[in-house]
């Protein structure tokens, strides 16, 4: 197909006539229709009158409102498509004669939309493209998309253009789609897509003036994609600053408040082991110190430590220093256990934390020496319970997690807009209790060759025994609603409105698979329908176009397969193959440590949670308690 482009905000980019397939004699033809004749403009709306439908692309917010759009000549496409014709006005008094003959034709009806992008008036053309885009056959479509591109790009309506971009990739990868499209992706921060499709453009025949152009879009993609990492690390920076900030803050008036309680200490020997405690815990490993779990004359057990030699003291006070130093040295009585008004700060410290299982598989070390009488750490609450027991609970449920695809550049609250916009044309009975059902599409699905195929097998079988239990309580996990609220927004009826919203996305394909597929997971984990979920990862893992979005997928995937009884092996592996398809996504690191440390490897799970924090560190209480488990268990096991 032949492609004129020029280099501007924006670029202009046209079929010329020939492209249409016109011969010098229907030029000609064409151009002796506004000859003497009175002058008439091509509005598009006289000829043909279409209702709302998704087959013009009404479900785009642009297209279906184009007022939206700003408006603004361009008065290159004169010398590129109708230079035959004396002025602008003679083209477009051709193209109106020509469509009061022959209403149907595609191809006048993009010349019309060439005529209103000349003059400057986006919602005529977008009037225009609607009926071009209606009677346009499959194989020439790029032809118009490719007007409507432009249209939306230089009215500055680049969300929706991107939205256009995608179908027309998937529809052409003509030449004339390509780089337009490459410039759409490359304006809405999506430099993977806008690379990938530059480097494909690169191998096709083109002019050295393209190519030229072409070269020129990597190397700014490239210098825009820098300099926003570059902002971005500023700014995650400078929000790990602020937070420590909040932090030591926090630290400082906790440590007044504990040095205010000093003289609340029962004697020397509970001051001193407290003091102990605080250091072991605090400077570990602490060489000449040792602390274990034993029983006072009561028969309660309590965490006991005495230094061995001299070395303790040496290494405790440089410790110290260093920490007076960075300006966070705190009370070591905020460890101490047998004080009433301690005992009181631990209940009001974890009153807002999960109760949690004490058997959930964490083994303690044999030198601990627990009796079968031990108290239940199960409850932060107890009376036999202190801050230091609760240090090393484990949560017997993995976190949970759902990544949002926000973070890769695929903002679901646009496809919501899509979405609202459709249903205007149905209706209201027609959106009743729709459900995006997920298993019919497995016939497509060959699930052997996902990642890890042999083993989601069977976890596939074992969920949807796990889905026909009657006997397990469907209840909704406000966690993953709140999901739900912070990609789409308030909702009155979650469950009902992500259901339908799902169902006619999926139906009408109006979003990527892996995306809405993704979503129909967290739709049917919301509702404890695991069978259901687990197919719909499937057919999100299965979409070709999706690969590198699969660690949403498979983070799912790991959090299904330990919550319908699925071998620990299966959640960690899955779990690792998120990381290797995305290492940079904080959920995915804080699953796997959470897994590493029911299956004991405490330094790994540390090293995760660790990294997860660091990549985001704001509101992680839930990881900070883990890590903290993580880290004195390990501790312990080494000493």
């Known amino acids: 197909m032949p492609f004129v482009q020029l280099v501007g905000t924006f670029p202009t980019s046209v079929v010329p006539l020939s492209g249409f397939g016109y011969q010098p004699d229907d030029i000609e033809n064409l151009r002796k229709l506004s000859e003497g004749a009175v002058s008439k403009q091509p509005h598009c709306g006289d000829y043909l009158s279409l209702s709302f439908s998704v087959a013009v692309l009404d479900q785009i917010e642009s297209v279906h409102n184009p007022s939206l759009i700003t408006s603004k000549p361009e008065t290159s ?12 006005g003679h083209f477009g008094t051709s193209v109106a004669r020509a469509l009061e003959r022959n209403p149907t034709s595609w191809e006048l009806y993009t010349l019309a939309s060439y005529y209103w992008r000349a003059v400057g008036n986006s919602t005529e053309a977008v009037h225009c493209l609607r009926s071009a885009v209606y009677f346009v056959p499959r194989n020439q479509i790029v032809i ?33 789609a390509l780089i337009t499209v490459s410039h759409v992706y490359a304006a809405t921060s999506q430099y993977k897509k806008a690379s990938t499709i530059l480097k494909l453009l690169m191998l096709m025949p083109m002019s050295n003036v393209l190519r030229s152009v072409a070269e020129n879009y990597v190397a700014a993609i490239k210098c825009h994609e820098k300099l926003e990492n570059a902002l971005q690390e500023q700014h995650t920076n400078l929000n790990s600053l602020l937070d420590e900030l909040d932090s030591l803050k926090e630290l400082l008036e906790d440590g007044q408040t504990l040095l205010s309680n000093l003289d609340t200490v029962e004697d020397r020997e509970s001051a001193l082991n407290s ?6 815990i605090t400077y570990s490993p602490v060489p000449g110190l040792d602390c274990r779990l034993k029983s006072d004359a009561s028969g309660k057990l309590a965490m006991k430590c ?45 009153d807002d934390l999960p109760l949690y299982p004490s058997d959930v598989g964490v ?30 609970k484990i949560p017997e449920n993995p976190p949970s997690l759902f990544i949002h695809s926000d973070s890769k550049g695929v903002k679901v609250k646009e496809f919501w807009k899509i979405y609202v916009k459709f249903r205007e044309g149905f209706a209201a009975e027609s959106l009743v209790e729709q459900r995006p059902m997920c298993k019919p599409f497995m016939t497509n699905v060959n699930i052997v060759q996902l990642p890890s195929g042999d083993r989601l097998f069977e976890l596939y079988k074992l969920a949807n025994v796990y889905e026909s239990d009657d006997d397990i309580i469907r209840k909704v996990d406000p966690a993953l609603r709140e999901h739900v609220q912070q990609m789409i927004g308030p909702l009155q009826n979650p469950e ?27 739709y049917w984990r919301m509702l404890n329908m695991y069978g259901e979920a687990f197919a719909c ?6 979409d070709p176009d999706g690969v590198a979005y699969n660690d949403i997928a498979l983070t799912q995937l790991s959090v299904l397969a330990h919550q319908i009884g699925g071998q620990l092996a ?9 990381i290797q398809v995305d290492n940079s996504e904080p959920d995915s690191h804080h699953l796997l440590g959470y897994y590493l440390t029911l299956n004991h490897s405490y330094s790994s799970a540390v090293e995760h949670l660790t990294l997860s924090l660091e990549l985001e560190p704001k509101s992680r209480r839930e990881i900070v308690q883990l890590l903290r488990a993580a880290r004195l268990l390990d501790q312990v096991r080494s000493n």
Not at 309 to 314: A, D, F, G, L
Not at 504 to 520: C, D, E, Q, S, V
Request: aromatic share 8%; charged share 25%; glycine share 4%.
């Open 77 to 88: 496409i004169a010398s590129l498509v109708f230079r035959e014709w004396p002025t602008t």
């Open 144 to 176: 118009p998309m490719l007007s409507l591109l432009n249209v939306l790009g230089h009215g500055n309506r680049l969300a929706d253009a991107a939205i256009v971009a995608d179908m027309t990739v998937a529809m052409n990868n003509s030449l004339g």
């Open 275 to 280: 003091e102990m405690l605080y250091n072991y």
């Open 306 to 350: 005495d230094a061995v030699s001299h070395e303790y003291e040496r290494h405790i006070e440089n410790a110290e220093n260093k920490q007076i130093r960075k300006g966070k040295q705190l009370s070591p009585k905020m460890l101490e256990d047998g004080v009433a008004e301690e005992e009181e700060d631990a209940g009001e410290e974890f």
């Open 363 to 392: 083994k303690f070390p044999s030198q601990w020496n627990l009796a079968d009488d031990k108290p239940n750490y199960s409850d932060a609450n107890s009376p036999s319970s202190t801050s230091s027991e609760a240090c090393w």
């Open 496 to 522: 009902h409105e992500l259901g339908q919203f799902l169902f006619t996305m999926i139906k009408y394909r109006m979003g990527p698979t892996w995306l809405m597929f993704n979503l129909a997971a967290l």
């Open 537 to 542: 990862l499937c057919v999100a893992l299965n």
């Open 570 to 578: 299966d959640a960690i592996d899955l779990a690792e193959k998120a």
